[in-house]
């Protein structure tokens, strides 16, 4: 007597997983910082650096790695993410080494140069950013998560106020021949997987549960406990550690979040009017945010009395010497800003030496990584995958606005630091490994789907094999 099993073998409908072209893009993305580093040579020494070989051989083996890891693990993963991060990384170095060769900012006691560290720090980077892609087999295991990731996070936030103020602010903490690190930097990723997670059991309450008043839907006095909770955190951040920038990346991020999860336009105007409120509230009685302020406001008025006026002033200045295409790289006076000029401040040699040109050229690198991690929510499958990637996509919109944003007279300058651009090993291993995160779900979200079952009696058993 024969035994009849419904067991079929199918195989994955055959999809480009694009892995040529971003190996193509990565080559460009590192061809590209080498000729800007062969440029800043010629114009500051009239030759080919020393060190051009070793950089680009270095860059290259950073971006050549990279891509074979997302090729043998994360196949059908977008293919501009990778190229996009490693251009940014690759032109951020050119960039600090043009400063690092400023007689004047060598001759400032507080100026170091920085360009090996920064190296080191991506090579860094990327080995996380493979360490994400190895050991984050699915994104969706994250989930489970939650509430752990609250706890570090707010763990990762509390740390630096037991650490003495640095230029101002408790931002930083310092780990004994490490050297100084940002917790903050690795908080917005950690705090974006709890807010996913969260999002994901209360959205519906938040949504559905509302009052109708003037046009709006007012949320239920129970379900405000979580804003006024993130409200309340991102105060007590920017009293206690006087962090402008963290205090509005944590609590604008929410707020994105939270729109995405209810489609809710009162919660908008809820986040922008406590923010307001936070910001007023603290700004009448805190110096360091005082003094933030002001410059942003007249930045000439303490010319030569008041270091942050004259910071703005000379950062005015620099954009304002760059016109539309530049002076050309390392033909600029941006290292006239002395202290932070590789990195709070390093937009303003982008704006002086590339011009208006060179600077909308960045912010739409900006734009496109952020463009790909929304398009990679909207291709995700789970909810928590789409809150995930749109959560770090907003951190690093919100991130890059509030930077270029404050250096350009927006906003009030705060202390954070351009992605991938500036001086700063907890900012580039951190946007590495945010990277690394939005490849494994743009993964998963643009892997194909298993052909459909031949028969109705086939389907009762299937063997998928990719």
């Known amino acids: 007597m024969s035994v009849v099993t419904n067991t079929t073998t199918i195989g994955a409908i055959d999809a480009p997983s694009r892995r040529n072209t971003e190996l193509a893009l990565v080559v460009f993305a590192v061809a590209i910082s080498v000729f800007a580093y062969a440029n800043v040579g010629l114009a500051l020494n009239g030759e080919l650096p020393a060190g051009m070989l070793g950089y680009g051989a270095g860059l290259a083996l950073l971006g050549g790695v990279a891509h074979l890891v997302v090729r043998r693990y994360a196949k059908y993963a977008d293919p501009l993410l990778l190229p996009l991060a490693t251009l940014l990384n690759g032109l951020g170095l050119a960039l600090i080494w043009r400063l690092d060769q400023s007689e004047r900012l060598l001759a400032h006691p507080s100026f170091a140069p920085a360009a090996s560290k920064q190296l080191i720090f991506s090579a860094m980077g990327v080995a996380l950013f493979i360490g994400v892609l190895l050991l984050l087999k699915d994104h969706r295991i994250l989930q489970r998560y ?206 002086e030496e590339l011009g208006l040109a060179g600077v909308m050229a960045f912010l739409l690198l900006y734009g496109l990584i952020v463009e790909r991690g929304v398009r990679t929510a909207l291709a995700a499958r789970d909810p928590f995958g789409k809150l995930l990637a749109i959560g770090l996509s907003g951190a690093f919109a919100i991130q890059v606005f509030v930077v270029a944003g404050g250096v350009m007279g927006l906003i009030p300058l705060t202390g954070m630091t351009m992605p991938f651009l500036a001086a700063g090993g907890s900012s580039v291993i951190a946007n590495w490994a945010l990277i690394g995160i939005l490849i494994r779900i743009s993964d998963t979200a643009r892997r194909p789907a298993p052909a459909p079952a031949p028969s109705t009696d086939a389907e009762m058993t299937q063997v998928v094999r990719p």
């Open 146 to 351: 939650t509430y752990i990731s609250m706890v570090v996070a707010l763990i990762l936030l509390i740390l630096p106020m037991f650490f003495p103020a640095q230029f101002g602010a408790r931002i930083w903490i310092t780990i004994p021949g490490i050297g100084s690190i940002q917790p903050g930097e690795f908080a917005k990723i950690v705090i974006t997987i709890f807010f996913s997670g969260y999002l994901m059991v209360k959205r519906d309450a938040l949504a559905l549960a509302s009052r109708r008043f003037m046009g709006m839907y007012l949320p239920r006095g129970r379900d405000l406990g979580p804003i006024l909770a993130i409200w309340a955190m991102s105060i007590l951040i920017l009293v206690f550690e006087t962090d402008l920038g963290t205090s509005l990346l944590f609590f604008g991020m929410f707020v994105v979040m939270l729109y995405v999860a209810t489609e809710r336009t009162s919660w908008i105007v809820f986040g922008l009017t406590m923010s307001a409120v936070g910001a007023v509230g603290v700004a009448s009685f805190e110096k360091h945010v005082q003094d933030r302020v002001t410059a942003w406001l007249d930045p000439f008025a303490g010319w030569g009395t008041h270091a942050a006026s004259e910071q703005m002033a000379q950062v005015l200045m620099a954009f304002g010497s760059g016109g539309t295409l530049g002076t050309g790289l390392g033909q600029g006076n941006s290292d006239l800003i002395l202290f932070a000029a590789n990195t709070d401040f390093i937009l303003a040699t982008v704006g």
